[in-house]
């Protein structure tokens, strides 16, 4: 087990930017989570120790996934962000790569506490 703490959250207009991040030791998938009330929680993006990346088809072009390997840091860049996009945010690991990283929230072992992301129009 590894406690990851989420943080970066905050309260923005549209179009506005944050970024979250998560310190956490390299895992062979990395992904953010994100769970509206009422929503079922969906991942966002992620990340495999490879740097592969993948992407929800709502937030291409907008969000990036980073990892700083100095910092040992995992990071979600989020631009142009929409009233849509608000949700609790969260962290989560696992150590086994798969069939890939883009897979249900019950096949990630560890998971952070969520940081709260608020876009007003």
């Known amino acids: 087990q590894v406690q990851l703490v989420e943080s970066g959250g905050g309260s923005v207009q549209a179009g506005g930017s944050l970024r979250l991040s998560c310190p956490a030791p390299?895992?062979?998938?990395m992904a953010w989570f994100r769970q509206a009330p009422g929503k079922e929680r969906e991942a966002v993006a992620t990340?495999?120790?490879?740097?592969?990346?993948a992407y929800a088809d709502s937030v291409k072009a907008r969000f990036t996934i980073s990892r700083d390997n100095a910092k040992r840091t995992l990071y979600l860049q989020m631009n142009s962000l929409k009233p849509e996009d608000s949700a609790m945010y969260y962290c989560a690991v696992d150590s086994r790569l798969l069939g890939g990283c883009w897979r249900p929230r019950s096949e990630y072992s560890n998971w952070g506490q969520g940081t709260q992301v608020t876009v007003s129009s």
């Open positions: 390299i895992f062979a998938c």
């Open positions: 990340f495999n120790y490879f740097e592969s990346t």
